[in-house]
């Protein structure tokens, strides 16, 4: 499949047009960003890898029936993938306290929750990415109220299945941010799933498998994310 022109540069994939208009080539970046953009490096090699974790993670999601945007993975740094209409909200689930819900909420890192939490932000980079509720996304037409119940419904079954995968190469799913997108009349998911995009823990250790290390200046981040191949790739 042959790249024809460049649809978008965002701050870690490029997207570009095929000779079908229902298909894309998303091509992964070394870039990282951090803190919406505050932060910004370099993860030498991350492209490749999160190109091939995402690859296992959406071939495994297909398995347990989960309709995503992967086709096919064509080589290091490109996957095939499907033109969706991305739906302008991250859908974040949380199985314990991290990050911006730690700040917020003034919780202890780590901090087992008595049931999953889910977030939705608006995508919006300027505003830097806010938290919205259900009455705002329908105030502002962003997502009907049937697909605010089918991506609440997909996401928290997602995570059940990814608790379930990443346990077994003995990883905690501690949080992740997904984007759906609307493909001929249904909603499924797009963008990544990896290290990027989700909190990893060792089982055991503790020791964090993901973009928390380049957040914190944590050092290994490429063995990290490295790590997290290897384990997915068993
Ligand atoms: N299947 C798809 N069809 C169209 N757009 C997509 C698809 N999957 C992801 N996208 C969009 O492509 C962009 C991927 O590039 P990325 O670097 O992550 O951008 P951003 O800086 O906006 O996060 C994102 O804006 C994402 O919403
Ligand atoms: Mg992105």
Redesign the pocket.
Known sequence: MQKLNKI????????YTTENPDL?I?YF?DDATAFNAQKKGVIDQKGIINNKIATKVFEFLKTRGIVT?FEQFLNDREML??????VPIEVIIRNRAAGSLCRILGLPEGMTLKCPVLEFCY?K?ELGDPLINESHILALGLATEQEIKTITQMTLTINGLLKEFFAKINIELIDFKI?L?RYKGSIIL???ISPDTCRLWEIGTGNKLDKDRFRRDMGQIEEAYQEVLRRVSQ
């Open positions: 978008y540069e965002g701050k870690a994939k490029i997207l894309l998303q970046k945007h993938i499907k033109k969706v209409e991305i995508k980079d984007e997108g797009a963008d990544e």
